[in-house]
């Protein structure tokens, strides 16, 4: 069974640093891309990252300059370094993941959150 499982939430004043980790444990045929969204109290999922196989990262507006993801493809790993965090980056966050089987069909694999709380 595929599973992504997070770590590194927690809470940090503004201006700190935090880095999150997700591991896919399980077997896959291949993975396309691997990244995190996040969601606040009130607000829809929405993208915070992702990084292809390839190494070709797309950014929200919001965390550009600030957040650097990176993954690596032989431990099925990505992280996410969060500096410069602001009080509006606070929200549950989710590691993501694309996949395909020996068919080349997609399959989407979620984490289970982890709590990201930025104090002013």
């Known amino acids: 069974q595929v599973q992504l499982v997070e770590s590194g939430g927690g809470l940090v004043q503004a201006g700190g640093p935090l880095r999150l980790s997700c591991v896919l444990s399980?077997?896959?045929?291949?993975?396309?891309?691997m990244g995190w969204y996040r969601q606040a109290p009130g607000n829809q999922r929405g993208l915070v990252a992702t990084i292809t196989r390839g190494g070709t990262t797309n950014y929200a507006e919001s965390v550009k300059g600030r957040f650097t993801i990176s993954r690596d493809n032989a431990k099925n790993t990505v992280d996410l370094q969060m500096n410069s965090l602001k009080p509006e980056d606070t929200a549950v966050y989710y590691c993501?993941?694309?996949?395909?089987?020996?068919?080349?069909?997609?399959?989407?694999?979620w984490g289970q959150g982890t709590q990201v709380t930025v104090s002013s």
């Open positions: 993501w993941a694309e996949t395909i089987d020996r068919y080349y069909r997609q399959q989407d694999y």
């Open positions: 399980g077997s896959v045929f291949g993975i396309r891309a």
